[in-house]
């Protein structure tokens, strides 16, 4: 080792740490790449094939970026890592998939106290194992060593992702009709979303442990709180294939309402009915141990909703069919109509038992 590397050793960014960690996470990026790929992984910058555009009539890129939040912390106090990257990935291409735009390429980033090569290479895993799953390669990322910033064990992970759309093809407000079907997909639990709020009530103020049994749950607090986030991405692209849709809401941070508000063009509302479904037990836990009200937690988490589709009530039946073949849960949540003013979204009655 290099003088220079010493010094920096002593400063505590271990170099070679870093290289170990980057060996060990090869074989996990390998399993994402696409044909449109070019290199290899440890370049300053990845390759994408742009010349697989010339397909389309009038493609258009899509973007988005994001992070997990305080899911990490979870993660971390389980010391289990290989889940998280799921979290990071939903929240990436989710976002861009509702616009109708397939995912590319991921880039990921990590900042930590301390480069553990296995915990790193746990969580590109993940990340890793989340891109097969969306059909989108892992291109590139960084880790990033920021001792006396961050602890030894702690860490913070977010990326970024880019797809692409034909431009007669972008689903949004302006698609979207009175007289449309809300219908939606069920979440895989939180998500990645609201965890401020969900660590607060259960582990500051009721001062639950991780490993507590929840026999409402059906398994332990903190295995109920690592469920990795639902990846829609290839499940949403077929539904778009196999009917008409107007508009789809990713529902994350701000809860169902605010963020199926957002598709809506002005003069629309929708009403969705609580009793056309029935949330998961980890939300009423939430509410209840929490003392949380109706409309806090309906603004926080999804309540179960992770997508919600508005399309033409001719395409409803197709939808929930081709989602029950992929192995999706999907119901009418509810319809649009005609309003006043902006966007509004309404959630009526009490939910089903």
């Not at 009709?177 to 998500?191: I, P």
């Not at 937690?297 to 033409?312: D, S």
């Amino acid at each position: 080792m290099s003088e220079a590397q010493s010094a920096y050793a002593a400063a505590g960014v271990d170099i070679e740490a870093g290289d170990r960690a980057v060996e060990l996470m090869k074989a996990h990026v390998a399993r994402t790449r696409r044909p449109e790929v070019l290199g290899g992984l440890g370049g300053f910058a990845g390759f994408f094939d742009a010349s697989a555009f010339k397909g389309y009539d009038h493609p258009v890129l899509a973007t988005s970026t994001d992070g997990v939040g305080t899911k990490v912390a979870i993660a971390q106090a389980m010391d289990r890592h290989d889940t998280i990257g799921f979290d990071l990935i939903g929240m990436l291409v989710d976002d861009l998939v509702v616009v109708g735009a397939e995912p590319l390429f991921v880039t990921d980033y990590i900042a930590c106290g301390k480069v553990v090569p296995e915990r790193i290479a746990d969580i590109v895993k993940g990340i890793a194992a989340a891109c097969e799953v969306a059909g989108a390669a892992l291109l590139g990322g960084e880790t990033a060593e920021h001792p006396g910033l961050l602890e030894p064990d702690e860490y913070d992970i977010a990326g970024a992702t880019t797809g692409v759309v034909e431009r007669d093809r972008i689903l949004g407000p302006d698609r979207v009709r009175a007289g449309d079907v809300v219908v939606g997909l069920a979440s895989s639990g939180l998500h990645s979303n609201g965890y401020s709020l969900v660590r607060h009530v259960l582990l500051d103020e009721a001062g639950w442990a991780l490993d507590r049994d929840v026999p409402e749950l059906g398994t332990t607090l903190g295995e109920a709180l690592l469920t990795p986030t639902q990846v829609y991405a290839k499940d949403i692209l077929a539904l778009i294939e196999a009917a008409e849709v107007h508009a789809i809401s990713h529902v994350t941070g701000g809860g169902l309402a605010n963020n199926l508000a957002r598709v809506l063009p002005a003069g629309v509302s929708a009403t969705l009915r609580r009793d056309s479904w029935a949330p998961p037990a980890i939300f009423s836990l939430v509410q209840q141990v929490g003392k949380v009200s109706r409309p806090d937690i309906e603004a926080t988490l999804n309540m179960g909703v992770g997508m919600a589709l508005v399309a033409p009530a001719a395409s409803v039946d197709q939808l929930v069919r081709t989602a029950s073949e992929r192995g999706l849960d999907a119901w009418v949540l509810g319809e649009t109509g005609a309003v006043d003013g902006p966007a509004a979204v309404e959630l009526v009655g009490e939910h089903a038992a």
